[in-house]
């Protein structure tokens, strides 16, 4: 399994605190299964105001640990980007830190309100710039939860979405897990990943949410979003995936909506 989606550097943001922290996440990840984590902090000005320069040292740092410990786990560069008007222009000068810094995809993460406004406009701006923006847990946001529509309007722009293990699991509580299985049927998640922080209830695991991907989706779905459609973003490859499902119509439709509502 490849996971796009953790904080596991070790102090410069809301995940591990120490370099200990750090690589007791990365045993977990690799006793998990996890070949290849990405290690992706926020980048959020008025909060996080982490830069290449912060990212690179404790990056650098746990890949030596990681390494002289002999776990079998690949680290690969990356940041969780915070949406902002000068996104692009940060971009061009050098300022985000793309997957493997390879200006190619980035993980994007919109706020947690139900109103958000100029999606579309940043989706758009970051496709002409050449980057592929890979939405972070859409199922948590409640923008996208109340009205999967504007999920899938980004998608049809070229976004791609990762969902949260934990989301498909239930630890996000019952909304986040109804949207992310809506999201999961109508083709509008690509990836699974952990979003781990911490060794006790954001840990750095797949194999569980996998395998409920493949009994309730099928292997081929589990497959592609625990290991190729990750990989393709980290290796900076092009991902092809199938058209977005229409919502139901009809009153299943309706009956469909109002249960993700509620």
């Known amino acids: 399994m490849v996971d796009i989606h953790s904080h596991i550097l070790p102090g410069i ?3 591990a605190k120490t370099l200990d922290d750090s690589l007791a996440l990365c045993r977990i990840a690799a006793g998990d299964g996890i070949v290849t984590i990405a290690t992706t902090p926020h980048l959020m000005e008025f909060k996080y105001p982490n830069t290449r320069e912060t990212i690179e040292g404790p990056f650098e740092l746990l890949r030596r640990a990681v390494e002289a410990e002999g776990l079998p786990l690949r680290l690969v560069r990356g940041s969780e980007v915070h949406v902002a008007a000068d ?3 940060r971009l061009r000068d050098g300022d985000l830190m793309t997957y493997d810094d390879n200006r190619k995809y980035m993980l994007l993460e919109f706020p947690f309100q139900d109103v958000v406004s100029g999606t579309e406009e940043v ?4 496709k002409l710039a050449g980057v592929t923006p890979v939405l972070a847990h859409p199922e948590r946001i409640g923008f ?5 529509s504007r999920l899938e309007t980004l998608v049809r722009l070229g976004a791609l979405a990762q969902v949260t293990g934990g989301s498909l699991l239930g630890t996000f509580g019952e909304r986040s897990e109804r ?3 809506r999201m999961v049927a109508r083709g509008l998640v690509h990836a699974v990943a952990s979003d781990a922080h911490d060794t006790r209830h954001r840990r750095p695991e797949l194999r569980a949410a996998t395998e409920l991907l493949a009994s309730r989706a099928g292997e081929a779905t589990a497959r592609r979003m625990a290991y190729d459609v ?6 900076g490859v092009d991902v092809d995936v199938p058209e977005p499902v229409p919502e139901p119509g009809g009153l299943m439709g309706r009956v469909t909506r109002f249960f993700a509502r509620s």
Request: hydrophobic share 60%.
């Open 13 to 15: 943001d809301d995940g």
């Open 87 to 89: 996104l692009v222009v």
């Open 123 to 126: 989706v758009y701006r970051l």
């Open 144 to 148: 996208f939860m109340k009205n999967l």
């Open 179 to 181: 949207a992310a299985w």
């Open 230 to 235: 990750p990989r393709a973003i980290l290796e």
